[in-house]
């Protein structure tokens, strides 16, 4: 890259990295010459706030098509495994590279699945509600499992499935997995039986999440799947929100057959107030804050930079999720 070409970087979406120093770092290191600045915006305001822009850093704000025409960006950086956030679709046919973190939270997430899981199966929110009321009993969570009589299940089976899946294994649970993309001796290689989605659904006493949104998995998980999960189980969620169908969730927690549901997300993000899994006594929320350590931070801020400055000078590094983009250049 020659000195006198000057790189626009604008993060869209700074909450929670204020300080910008390990982007200014990384960035600042790839090119000659850089200019960094950050807009709190999201969805059509971005094209109204940053202007023109080269390279444009999110987390969870929107970045749909009429962004991408009005700023002109060559790369749309997701602070993220998942990209959902961004028109991928329209990137492609702009020549606009999209880019993910493929590999930093894997340990976090995998420990949070089996957190949930154990919080419910033991009963800890009827517990503490419980307690918190003023009341002493142990019958207050009515009947509670040990992890060796249970089954986990995994809907999809990448890495952070992987970690949960090797966690719940010491815990004694009994492990299953199902993925339309591995085959069955890639599945078992990792230690879990592989299983059909019908056999995971029926078999599965805690049943966890971990596909991306797309059109086949956008509600896969709705009535007519919750009515034939296994008596007294459990819904944990650490994926995408829109993966489930939240009013039926809300009635099969409520009618059966689902004991409780772990989720770290939401169909809306932050929730709407009127939202009844959020309060519902049976569930654990937590604000999509699975990925999350300081460690997790940093990797995904300074590996998130490197991937975007990389995708800039167009090469296909792992982590650019749209590689066909270049050919539209």
Same mark, same amino acid.
């Given at each position: ?8 970087v604008?993060?869209?979406?700074p909450d ?9 770092s990384?960035? +600042?290191?790839?090119f ?6 950050a ?6 305001e971005?094209?109204?706030?940053? %202007? ?10 929107? *970045?749909?098509?009429?962004v991408?025409?009005?700023t002109?960006?060559? $790369?749309?950086s997701?602070y993220?495994?998942?990209? /959902? ?7 492609? /046919?702009?020549? *606009? ?14 420990e949070?699945?089996?957190?949930l ?5 033991r ?13 002493w009993? &142990?019958?207050?969570? +009515?009947?509670?499992?040990t992890?060796?009589t249970?089954?986990? +299940?995994?809907?999809?089976? %990448?890495?952070k499935a ?8 010491? !815990? %004694? ?15 078992? /290689?990792?230690?879990p039986?592989?299983?059909? !989605?019908?056999d995971? *659904?029926?078999?599965?006493?805690l ?9 086949e ?7 007519? *799947?919750?009515e ?16 489930v ?17 772990g ?24 604000p999509?804050?699975? &990925?999350?350590?300081? /460690?997790a931070?940093?990797? $995904?801020?300074?590996? %998130?930079?490197?991937i975007?400055?990389a995708?800039?000078?167009?090469e296909?590094?792992?982590?650019? $999720?749209n590689?066909?983009? !270049?050919?539209s250049?």
């Amino acid at each position: 890259m020659s000195p006198e070409t000057q790189v626009r970087v604008v993060h869209i979406d700074p909450d929670g990295f204020e300080d910008l120093e390990i982007e200014r770092s990384e960035l +600042g290191s790839e090119f000659d010459s850089m200019t960094f600045e950050a807009v709190d915006a999201s969805g059509k305001e971005v094209a109204n706030q940053v %202007g023109t822009a080269d390279i444009i850093l999110t987390h969870y704000a929107a *970045v749909p098509a009429e962004v991408m025409n009005a700023t002109e960006c060559s $790369v749309v950086s997701c602070y993220a495994t998942g990209v /959902d956030n961004v028109d991928v679709e329209a990137a492609t /046919d702009r020549g *606009v590279a999209v880019t993910n973190v493929p590999q930093y939270c894997d340990e976090e997430v995998g420990e949070h699945i089996v957190t949930l899981g154990l919080a419910l199966l033991r009963g800890l929110p009827q517990y503490e509600q419980h307690t918190a009321n003023g009341g002493w009993d &142990w019958r207050a969570a +009515g009947p509670v499992k040990t992890a060796t009589t249970q089954t986990f +299940g995994f809907f999809a089976f %990448g890495r952070k499935a992987r970690v949960a899946a090797k966690r719940a294994e010491d !815990f %004694g649970f009994n492990v299953i997995a199902h993925d339309p993309y591995l085959s069955d001796e890639e599945i078992r /290689d990792a230690g879990p039986d592989p299983v059909s !989605f019908n056999d995971l *659904v029926e078999k599965s006493d805690l049943l966890s999440l971990n596909a991306p949104l797309t059109p086949e998995t956008e509600q896969l998980f709705d009535a007519s *799947v919750f009515e034939r999960m296994a008596e007294n189980s459990v819904l944990i969620n650490t994926a995408r929100g829109r993966l489930v169908d939240e009013d039926a969730l809300v009635d099969a927690l409520d009618n059966g057959p689902l004991r409780g549901a772990g989720l770290d997300v939401l169909a809306t993000e932050p929730p709407e107030k009127n939202n009844e899994l959020v309060t519902h006594p049976d569930t654990i929320v937590t604000p999509h804050a699975a &990925w999350f350590s300081p /460690d997790a931070v940093e990797r $995904v801020r300074r590996r %998130g930079s490197q991937i975007a400055a990389a995708a800039y000078r167009g090469e296909a590094v792992d982590g650019v $999720v749209n590689p066909e983009a !270049f050919e539209s250049r």
